[in-house]
């Protein structure tokens, strides 16, 4: 099956902690991103990706970070500076830049304790 | 920023009617597009309309943009229960790389 998975469904952190989020898409897309959605919003960007070992810093990208060693993967860290990181986090790919279409992965709830 | 305003912000429908919401951006762009998100789950994708179209469809969806007005509009015709979801639009603007989604509009379709 090609697609795209998040792991964990459901992640708890201690404020303080450092979390990072799997992000795995198997659909050979170029392009990558993560978002962040609160209760009632709309979706708001992280970070992208458009190619492998590079990044751009998306709408809310402090208290985050990210790597793109691979094509296929990119995991986002929510770190100890993100003031309110329990939200509801999507990972999404494209098979080119800008405008294509984006296809989701499930989400990952992050809720901190 | 958000480009793009859903309206309403929620919409209650008995089964076999249809559902139409709005969608209002405030700059130019390339195309819009239409996502679908069912409760706790991921965005799936609906629909993509290019700035040089008026009206699009697929299935019971029927999308038309406006550019003069900078809107957007989404019908699902004879809606069912399993249409229940909210319903972002998505804009890609001119001369900038990412979409960015409106805050969404709550459909509820009763049996």
């Known amino acids: 099956d090609g697609g795209i998975t998040q792991s964990p469904k459901y992640l708890f952190r201690k404020e303080g902690q450092n979390v990072t989020l799997s992000c795995e898409q198997n659909l050979n897309h170029d392009a990558m991103y993560w978002y962040r959605q609160d209760p009632g919003q709309g979706l708001r960007l992280i970070y992208y990706s458009q190619i492998v070992n590079d990044f751009q810093k998306g709408d809310i990208a402090e208290g985050y970070s990210v790597s793109r060693e691979k094509k296929e993967s990119f995991p986002l860290t929510v770190t100890s500076a993100q003031k309110n990181p329990t939200a509801f986090y999507l990972c999404?790919?494209?098979?080119?830049?800008?405008?294509?279409?984006?296809?989701f992965g499930p989400g990952t709830r992050l809720t901190v304790l | 920023s958000q480009q793009g305003e859903e309206d309403p912000q929620a919409l209650s429908i008995q089964e076999g009617e249809n559902a139409t919401m709005n969608c209002s951006y405030k700059t130019s762009i390339n195309n819009l597009q239409w996502y679908r998100q069912n409760s706790g789950r991921g965005l799936v994708h609906l629909i993509l309309?290019?700035?040089?179209?008026r009206e699009k469809h697929s299935g019971r969806l029927r999308v038309t943009l406006d550019t003069s007005k900078k809107s957007s509009s989404l019908l699902i015709t004879a809606s069912r229960a399993a249409d229940t979801a909210s319903y972002f639009c998505?804009?890609?603007?001119?001369?900038?790389?990412?979409?960015?989604f409106g805050a969404g509009t709550t459909v509820t379709v009763r049996a």
């Open positions: 998505a804009t890609d603007v001119v001369d900038d790389y990412k979409l960015s």
């Open positions: 309309i290019r700035s040089n179209e």
């Open positions: 999404a790919s494209s098979l080119q830049g800008r405008g294509s279409e984006q296809f």
